[in-house]
């Protein structure tokens, strides 16, 4: 069982910056790949991007490419998603999710664990 726990959402002006945290308790987290995705109001979740397990392999959706960065910080058992020039299209509900061991998942149903959400609001 993998807890996760999301932060870093708030209202930001387009153009602006949020890190996003995802953070988790267990000592082996660091053997999980994880995932961002998001849900924008009415409509469905979408990926955002992705992690392996060593921080070696990354994945971003094509909307997002150039902007955001997904990182992790095997001290602190946290991963980050860095979102820069944010832009009004990138409100949503920001989830991460976590699955052990395999391949990065670009979908969500490939993830286990899943964080409760945080709200990214980007005014225009």
């Known amino acids: 069982q993998v807890q996760l726990v999301e932060s870093g959402g708030g209202l930001v002006q387009a153009g602006g910056s949020l890190r996003l945290s995802c953070a988790a308790s267990?000592?082996?987290?660091?053997?999980?790949?994880v995932g961002w995705f998001r849900q924008p109001p009415g409509k469905e979740g979408e990926f955002v991007a992705a992690?392996?397990?060593?921080?070696?392999?990354?994945y971003y959706a094509d909307s997002v490419k150039g902007r955001f960065t997904i990182s992790r910080d095997h001290v602190k058992n946290t991963v980050y998603l860095q979102m820069n020039s944010l832009k009004p299209e990138d409100t949503a509900d920001y989830y991460c999710?976590?699955?052990?061991?395999?391949?990065?998942?670009?979908?969500?149903?490939?993830?286990?664990?899943w964080g409760q959400g945080t709200q990214v609001t980007v005014s225009s």
């Open positions: 999710a976590a699955r052990y061991g395999g391949s990065v998942g670009r979908v969500n149903y490939e993830y286990d664990y």
């Open positions: 992690i392996n397990g060593s921080g070696g392999s990354t």
């Open positions: 267990e000592r082996t987290f660091s053997n999980c790949s």
